[in-house]
């Protein structure tokens, strides 16, 4: 019998939409990241960004053609989500009704926007040493790494 692999973690998340350029300058306004490195056709147009998350990274890819995500959608964690309301609505977003910091790109792309210190998600040290970073849990993040065995 053989054993089936573990999941141990997202490398990246692609995104589909129609632009890449545009859409680098629409998250360009909201983050604060590097790009990992892109990829242009044969007549020059940019098919594919990559933004730098450290071990993980964020593909723009072009060619959406499916319409707005309903409840489909992903977390997007950031160190600090206290600009993002408002910088997402300076750049177009549309900000869905909920508890949550979710919001629609022009493409109809749902992220949601999650902070560092309040979930379980965790950076090794030499991950968060090399991206400039030194954050935090909160106690009830903290709480639940301990109750896993991961603190």
């Not at 350029?21 to 940019?46: K, T, V």
């Not at 950031?78 to 993002?84: C, E, G, I, L, Y």
């Amino acid at each position: 019998m053989s054993q089936k692999p573990r999941l141990v973690g997202l490398n990246h998340i692609a995104l589909e939409v129609a632009d890449v350029q545009e859409a680098l300058d629409f998250y360009g306004a909201i983050f604060d990241f590097e790009l990992r490195g892109s990829h242009r056709n044969d007549d020059g147009l940019m098919e594919m960004a990559f933004l730098d998350m450290g071990d993980q990274f964020l593909a723009l890819s072009r060619g959406r053609r499916q319409g707005p995500d309903d409840a489909r959608h992903f977390g997007l964690v950031v160190d600090d989500r206290s600009a993002v309301r408002e910088l997402a609505t300076a750049a177009g977003a549309k900000f869905l009704d909920g508890k949550f910091v979710d919001f629609l790109d022009p493409w109809g792309n749902r992220i949601e926007i999650v902070e560092y210190a309040d979930l379980q998600f965790s950076k090794t040290d030499a991950v968060l040493k090399a991206m400039s970073l030194s954050l935090g849990k909160t106690p009830k993040a903290l709480d639940e790494l301990a109750k896993k065995g991961m603190m």
